[in-house]
């Protein structure tokens, strides 16, 4: 085992693509002599060179394209759009064109891709650079969407992308670069939807992925102390979506909470409530609840931001209420 930060795990995913495969290329903005807004592709210029390090215009739509239409000729683009809210300039060619391509061409035409882009809210950045989208996403057939939240996962999809023939958003999270775990020296992958179970519990269940997977992990130490046994589990991947997981979960514990960063109404929460609703009703005995952010634009000033997103004690408060219902 070494220990490695999410941003160097992504890099050392990235760097193994590149080195496997010599139709693989990386594009996107400030990626190359910059080395990323977040430091990813820090020194990849160097490395690769310019042909297969891509600095590109401040034009979303132009490097969602590009990547598009380099993966039906043949290349494998991975592409790095800064922050999933400038996505939104892309989503022609993300939903209309990456997502469909292959069932509209029946098969005759792939389009295997990967696009990189930054999630989440607590960087001070407001409103504009602050949404999480990575739900949207999910909800569309075609797509794949992935969502770390530790090194070994980083790594561990990052392979599993890379071997898909369907486009991947692979979403991470602004706040979690540096998070420091264990990675194993040797071969690993970690599949595209299959969840996992981070912490056991025999009280409540706490289903979450992203930036919300070390917050549900610190409520549940809080709960601990106070008698309550939590089990959380990290969905890792929104499509394919795995619910078996959860759903076994539930039927352990009975009660089930769906955490996550982005607003209620509308938010991919209601999608797994749904889903678990359908899977783990005969042993629910309560209702499922479900903690989101506020439903607000995301505020520019330090502590409204704060408020606005859920911490470890607005989850230790709202399970501890479901528990004595």
Partial sequence: MGKLTVRDAISKGLSEAMDSNERCYLLGEDIGEYGGAYAVTKGFLDKYGEKRVRDMPIAESVIAGAAVGSAMGGLFPIAEIMTINFTLLAMDQIVNHAAKMRYMSNGQIEVPMILRTVTGGGGGLAATHSQNFE???????????????????????????????????????????????????????????????CREGQDVTIVTYGGMVPVCLEAADKLSEQGIEAEVIDLRSLRPLDIETPARSVHKTGRAVVVEENWKTGGFGAEISSSLQENAFDYLESPIIRISGEEVPMPYSRKLESAAIPDASKVTIKIKEMMEI
């Avoid at 797509?143 to 692979?170: F, Q, W």
């Fill in 135 to 197: 739900g949207w996403y999910a909800s569309v057939p075609g797509l794949k969407v992935v969502t770390p939240s530790n090194p070994y996962d980083a790594l561990g999809l990052m392979r599993s992308c890379i071997e898909s023939k369907d486009p991947v958003i692979y979403v991470e999270h602004c706040l979690l670069y540096s998070a420091t775990g264990d990675v194993p020296e040797e071969y690993y992958n970690v599949p595209l939807g299959k969840s996992v179970v």
